[in-house]
């Protein structure tokens, strides 16, 4: 018995370091911090034009768009383009808030355009299964799963 304990071991050790030693992917990181993040086929500009007309054609509220390059310019910081959208439908995201206060950390949505080092341009948002577990909220699956649809559907013709 102690042998196969051994052997299960020494399987299990071997399973992780492969797994810790394989280079991470986008996908994978949003497995590790909720993040997910998206390659878009336009610039930066091109990809916030596309994100608010699909929320604009959708009937979602558009809160903002700050232009977190510009803030950083005008502050005296060299930043690569990056912007930030703000939306969400209130009827939706405020039922995260009713059900944890704390949840109106992760409402409204953001979704974060930028450039990388490369000039490729990046979207990301956070998984709201991932928002769900962070607050704690289990009985808001359906709300959680429409806001994880509607997100996916904004960013969808942005990605590659």
Request: charged share 20%.
């Amino acid at each position: 018995m102690q042998r196969v304990f051994s052997l299960f071991f020494t399987a299990m050790l071997s399973l992780a370091g492969i797994i810790v030693a394989a280079p991470a992917s986008v996908a994978q990181a949003g497995a590790r911090d909720g993040v997910v993040v998206l390659e878009s086929r336009y610039s930066v500009d091109e990809t916030v034009s596309k994100i608010k007309a699909s929320v604009a054609e959708k009937g979602i509220m558009l809160f903002d768009d700050i232009d977190q390059a510009a803030l950083g310019t005008a502050a005296g910081n060299e930043v690569r383009p990056s912007r930030l959208i703000l939306f969400g439908n209130p009827a939706l995201g405020t039922t995260f808030i009713t059900a944890n206060p704390r949840a109106g950390l992760d409402w409204p949505v953001r979704v974060l355009v930028y450039e990388t080092k490369d000039g490729t341009a990046r979207v990301a948002y956070t998984d709201f299964s991932w928002i769900a577990r962070r607050h704690g909220i289990t009985n808001r699956d359906k709300e959680f799963k429409m806001a994880s649809d509607v997100t996916k559907a904004v960013t969808e013709p942005v990605s590659q």
